[in-house]
């Protein structure tokens, strides 16, 4: 699958000179009182302004530099996540280390709290999943996650939320349910996602819900039921979706569609599943956590990269996960 196309200047222009760019864009902002939310979100989407130039010519994505780009782009994603989740209730602080600057918050400090809409939550939650830093970030992206899923039960994007949290983080929504989680009931927890969904629908007359957010919950719940057809199925849909959106974008973010991404890499390092569909849209790096091709046969429970090819080759489907996976 090919990707949309983003004009040559506008790739041109996001990769001259970027540590100087996003030096001046940093010594800019924190001259504010305090960064917000909204500072750091923005520092983010620079990163992956620049991540999506760089995979122009780069498709693999398989350097240094795109990691240590990565990284950062998730840590000011995480400080966005954070404001929203402690400020100005607990102390908490943010660090990048591609510009060496950081920012200490302490509790009790003026301000009123924060709110991060839905799509930042999740687009920080994916880049959490690439850099391999979701876990470190379970908590403020608990507490984050109550503004965008605020009186919005059965919404697509409030459940894909719910989804993703059970299935990556193994949180319920509920204190007083197991941890960790079963399969079975990761899976129930993305059926009951689903069912609200419907009956959301069901209520206001919908046929069926038409977000691209409803086909990444259907993404999920396949890889919670270890449905890897289904899971190709929709990950390609949603992939179709983005190139036809994005028709006319100039900015080379848009190259790396964050939830399409989050998922492959999810299907990857959990399932031991590559991405059937061929596209410049799923970088292997990223897809893969940075794995060296020839060393990713020695990560336990790790399928190499050769072994995934050609069982996509035969058509044949996994029936089993990989051991230590779930």
């Known amino acids: 699958m090919e990707r949309h196309?983003?004009?040559?200047?506008?790739?041109?222009?996001?990769?001259?000179?970027?540590?100087?760019?996003?030096?001046?864009?940093?010594?800019?902002?924190?001259?504010?009182?305090?960064?917000?939310?909204?500072?750091?979100?923005?520092l983010s989407e620079e990163f992956l302004r620049y991540l999506g130039a760089l995979s122009v010519e780069y498709p693999g994505l398989e350097t240094p530099e795109a990691k240590f780009v990565l990284d950062n782009a998730a840590e000011a994603a995480a400080g966005a996540v954070s404001y929203a989740a402690y400020y100005p209730y607990e102390s908490f602080n943010v660090f990048l280390n591609y510009v060496n600057f950081g920012m200490s918050y302490e509790a009790g400090a003026p301000g009123e709290p924060a709110r991060i809409g839905a799509d930042e939550w999740l687009g920080a939650f994916c880049l959490m999943v690439l850099a391999g830093t979701a876990e470190r970030h379970r908590e403020a992206l608990n507490f984050a996650r109550q503004s965008p899923q605020a009186d919005r039960t059965g919404c697509p994007t409030a459940e894909l939320i719910n989804g993703l949290m059970a299935y990556v983080l193994g949180d319920m929504g509920d204190d007083d349910a197991d941890y960790p989680p079963s399969t079975e009931q990761k899976l129930a927890a993305t059926d009951a996602a689903l069912a609200r969904v419907h009956a959301s629908a069901d209520d206001t007359g919908q046929s069926r819900p038409a977000r691209g957010d409803f086909t990444a919950l259907l993404a999920v719940r396949a890889l919670a039921a270890g449905d890897r057809a289904r899971f190709e199925e929709t990950l390609t849909t949603l992939l179709l979706q983005h190139r036809e959106t994005s028709q006319g974008v100039g900015q080379p973010g848009s190259l790396l569609p964050l939830l399409p991404l989050a998922l492959a890499a999810l299907a990857c390092r959990r399932e031991g599943w590559l991405p059937?569909?061929?596209?410049?849209?799923?970088?292997?790096?990223?897809?893969?956590?940075?794995?060296?091709?020839?060393?990713?046969?020695?990560?336990?429970?790790?399928?190499?990269?050769?072994?995934?090819?050609?069982?996509?080759?035969?058509?044949?489907?996994?029936?089993?996960r990989p051991e230590g996976r779930g």
């Open 5 to 42: 196309r983003v004009g040559e200047a506008a790739v041109a222009e996001a990769r001259a000179d970027f540590p100087r760019h996003i030096g001046a864009r940093v010594r800019t902002t924190s001259r504010a009182d305090r960064m917000t939310n909204r500072e750091w979100w923005e």
């Open 276 to 320: 059937a569909v061929d596209t410049d849209y799923l970088p292997y790096a990223l897809v893969t956590g940075f794995v060296a091709p020839e060393l990713s046969g020695s990560v336990p429970g790790a399928v190499s990269r050769a072994d995934m090819i050609a069982d996509l080759a035969s058509g044949a489907v996994l029936s089993e």
